[in-house]
């Protein structure tokens, strides 16, 4: 990063100008590239996760994938087929664990994925180490980078996220049936279960893919936060998916152009923008229901009893 | 070499390196906070809040370093301001909680920021800033000095004494909330005092196996005894016991293998005996067992009272508590 400023030589109050400079570089339009994929499937994905109550397995997905890259990295194999990797496996493993529901078991369960992140974290440190310790690779896999995409990654990117959507447009209005009422869907006859476990390898693609631009401990400020500003926003299924893409985009774009021209890692401008997006979705809604503008139904889980409605009117 | 010799020769060996010594002496008294702290935030269900307070003690111990404080100020500051908030969050606080989620994720963007003015503020001086953050992230308890193995030690130490001293009423104040409360256990108050201890060992915890690892400390040890008894007075002592093993066998594991992270080792042996547990627990062999002493308790309780054992044997250990007036 200290090299991209230096060569770039700094920001202007020309835009235009600035614009021009930033795109003259090719490993920058690499990063927009990269960028513009990952946010589209992170708005998608994340929308689903966020309205799933899913956050937490998208974020242990995601900590995988450290080690994952890292692995990869030590093994001499390419880091994007490692972020890949290391998710995918993951998803499978939380797919296979069967869900528990009483008490006792779920305390267990919280140790079950503590221990798991905390491990995987260790074997990323370890793989590290192994390699000979390169610290600059280390802060980049944990909180981001965008220098040095390569065109074979920006197609693996577009491919992967192309398939992750075709599949999340083949499986959308089930998937959506099956999250907000899942009793219902499964007499109807929707394959309840299928769904979940297909869904995770999708989370687990699309955690790989957000891990490889916020770096691995970061993918919670584009998989939930701009998904979470929008269904504060608006409660109606296809309008807030639609924001959270546009505010993925807007946040992607935006962490990217900053962090050309400063020091700091894109991590801390994608959590930062993604986080005021969703205080001031937020602040919004508590200011439009004290002022009574709006009907009393945009109450804290109202967004998934209206979703219910559509989805069941429908 | 000469540990794959003679392991007394090598042992003594090993602990003749003052930074070993350091390493063993500091460990030791950390991993029995965590192993204690940490049953109870299993058994309350809470590791989440562990996972949130990692995030934390990064962003508050580089922001230290940032802005030029002492790294443990900031630390222990920003661990107990959390802690204390998430304890006045409660059960509301859960793991798939966007908001929770979302302010952590930030914190921890922060402490990226920190990290890299640091980072920055030292270029000249070479890779003391990198070092201090992966410190910070992965532990460096091969680095602590004498004095701050000390220090370590007297705060593990004063955090343990403290949870022993509250035990008894803080599990039954965890178990069941409400009949706790009803016989005037100070529920909210133990509480508090659990959360600030809870931040004190995410604190100390973060200078022996670093930030990121801290909840293999926490919960891997816990989760293990939880499985092996479920008495939660012996499964305290038991979480203790592993989180020590693990501190003891990591760090010899690291010595004999030099290119292996000493948290790595501890956090790989803490993991390795939860495995171990959930493999053990669920064979045959330990079920017929267990099932084999449910029945004899069972039969003992038959001539006491005609009223059959409770399913749940953790109130038997209330008993006192729940009968007495």
Redesign the interface.
Known sequence: MVTATASSGGAGWDIVADLRQMLALHFMVNAFRAGTIVALIAGTVGWFMVLRRQSFAGHTLAVVSFPGAAGAIWLGVSATAGYFAGSIVAALVIAMVPRSSAGRERSEESAVIGTVQAFALACGVLFVSLYGGFLDSLTGLLFGTFLGISDRQVVILALVAAGVLAALAVMARPLFFATVDGDVAAARGVPVRGLSVAFLLLLGCAAAEVSQITGALLVFALLVMPAAAAQQITVRPALSLALTVVLCLVTTWVSLGVAFYSVYPVGFYVSTIGFAFYVLAAGGRALASWLGTRPTRTGPHAGGADLADVAVGA | MIATLDPFVGLAHMLDQPFLRSAFLAGTAIALAAGLVGYVV???????T??ALSHVAFTGALAALAFGIDLRAGLYGACIVFAVLMAALGRRAS??D??I??????V???G??F???FT?SQSGTG?VG??A??NV??GSILGLSSSQALSDVIVALGVAVVLVAIGRPLIFASLDESVAAARGVPVRALGYVFFILLGITAGVATQAVGA?????????P??AS??ISSRPFVAIWLSAGIAVGSVWIGLTLAYLAP???P??GI??V??FA?LVSIAATSSRWWNRARARNRNRNRNQNRKQRSRPARTVPVAAEFRGEIRGA
């Not at chain 2, 058994?43 to 989440?48: A, S």
């Not at chain 2, 989620?101 to 930030?106: I, L, R």
């Not at chain 2, 990121?212 to 891997?220: D, I, P, Q």
């Open positions: 299993v058994l309350r269900g809470q590791v989440f562990g996972d793991a798939d966007t908001v989620g979302s302010v952590f994720a930030w921890l963007g922060l990226a920021l990290l890299s003015i920055t890779a990198s070092d953050g992966v992230l992965f990121l690892l801290l909840l293999g400390l926490v919960a891997a816990a989760g939880q499985r290119r292996v992270p948290s790595f956090v790989g803490a993991t939860y």
